[in-house]
């Protein structure tokens, strides 16, 4: 099932900072090297499902932004969540149980995106791939119950950016719509709301 979340989220699509200079500087390099002769998925910004909600952009202090449906319930993040590197989590306000969550997770800066890929997979998580977003490196990974996307700066902190349950109505759609808005925070257009922590 090689690149199956990557080709799900453009098969869903096509249906429906300093640290950031970072992550362009190496995307193609660092992908290429990993996957040899085999072809990187590639995931652009106009991918996006502009009908499927109104959004706001969001930026992170690690210099990236995501655009997150704007009638989402922005969650409180407690000391012990914020220790554990959660920076953001939000939730579809209905009772469907989509939700979001950001975090930061220091590992060091002798990872890579292959070592970070087979890490990612001796966790048990399934369908890891490494790709292109907006010219950052990634590895998307499903867990039992969410979609994810992982991402690393030359500082040695890994993004992870997770969606789910898997299961809810349109889950697919909005983290197809969440993959594509990753970017790198000098690019994003319209409505920004910092997060800094």
């Known amino acids: 099932m090689k690149k199956r979340l990557f080709v799900l989220m453009l098969a869903g699509l096509m249906t429906f900072g300093s640290t950031a200079c970072v992550f362009a500087a190496e995307a193609e390099t660092e992908a290429t090297t990993e996957a040899s002769s085999e072809e990187i998925p590639e995931i652009t910004m106009d991918m996006m499902n502009a009908d499927l909600y109104e959004g706001t952009w969001v930026s992170f202090a690690g210099g990236f932004d995501l655009y997150i449906p704007s009638d989402w319930d922005v969650l409180e ?7 554990s590197g959660v920076m953001f989590q939000a939730k579809d306000p209905s009772d469907s149980g989509l939700n979001m ?9 002798d990872y890579d995106l292959p070592k970070l890929k087979a890490e990612l997979e ?7 791939e490494i790709g292109i ?9 499903t867990t039992e119950s969410t979609y994810g996307i992982a991402f690393l700066d ?6 992870n950016v997770q969606m789910g349950p898997k299961d809810i ?20 257009e319209g409505e920004t709301e910092a997060v800094t922590e």
């Open 122 to 128: 001796d966790a048990g998580n399934t369908d890891v």
């Open 77 to 83: 993040i407690s000391d012990e969540d914020k220790e």
């Open 133 to 141: 977003v907006n010219s950052i490196p990634t590895v998307s990974f």
């Open 101 to 109: 969550i950001v975090t930061a997770t220091d590992i060091g800066t």
């Open 169 to 188: 109505e349109n889950a697919e759609a909005y983290v197809s719509n969440l993959v594509c808005s990753l970017s790198l925070t000098e690019t994003a």
């Open 154 to 159: 030359d500082a040695g902190i890994m993004y």
